[in-house]
């Protein structure tokens, strides 16, 4: 991965059990505990034990990385080496204490995980929202922190349009990526639902369910309910677009996409609008 922001001074975090950092102090394993905030919320009993053993044997050479907290000290980097310690039962952990921020803590909480390649879809993309919503960020103030495209923030973030089922589908790795952006593509909840249901038995392939997204312009359109402030925003840019353009402007939403429709009147109406959209 690309690193830039935070991750391009972080190597060191990177390591399950590497020696590459100075023990800074050994605190008892009763005065640390996790972030509950941190993005990533599985984690592999399978692999936790194989880093156990590996403890076991050559003990912890890499501190964890912790912040003060409340009297005692969070986890901002090593929850693994953290848990592993705790099923050997040891009663101490070499450590590192940084004051940081919250956002900082976030930050590279974050960009550990993402540099492990860790972290689920689903747990990346609630990464990035709560980057933004918490602390106030772009996407592309995002993008350039955790060394991603902001293309790739973007299409992450997509994810979380999807029902809670279907994200639980993605997160458990019954469907994959791609089958989740076709999903995306399918503008009917019940349709969306079905498919994903299907595909998450095996039954349908990608490109399968890219097909039935394409095909479904050809269905009658699913209602889709809005409340009235929603209205009422979508008819005040439908009148904001037609008096500027000097046309008719239409605005149609589904449930998980829409259009806008500008009319024009010949090939030099055309060839002006384009001009005046691409100004």
Known sequence: MAKGGLGSGLDFLFEDNAADVNVKKTVRMSEVEPNRSQPRKNFSEESIAALADSIQRY?????????????????????????????????????????????????????????????????????????????????????????????????????????PEIQEYLEKGKISIGHAKALLGINGKKLRMDTAAKAARGLLTVRAVEKIAAEETELEPEPFEMDNVTLNYFKEVELSLSEMLKRKVSVKFGSNKGTLTLDFYDENDLSELAKRLTW
């Open 59 to 163: 003990g912890i050479l890499q501190p964890i990385l912790v912040r003060p907290y409340g009297g005692i000290y969070q986890i901002v980097a090593g929850e693994r080496r953290w848990r592993a310690a705790r099923m050997l039962g040891l009663d101490e952990i070499p450590v590192i204490i940084k004051d940081l921020s919250d956002l900082e803590t976030m930050q590279i909480a974050l960009i550990e995980n993402l540099q492990r390649e860790n972290l689920n879809p689903i747990e990346e993309a609630m990464g990035y929202r709560e980057l933004m919503e918490q602390f106030g960020m772009t996407q592309d103030e995002v993008s350039k922190t955790v060394g991603r495209s902001r293309s790739s923030v973007a299409n992450a973030l997509r994810m979380l349009n999807l029902e």
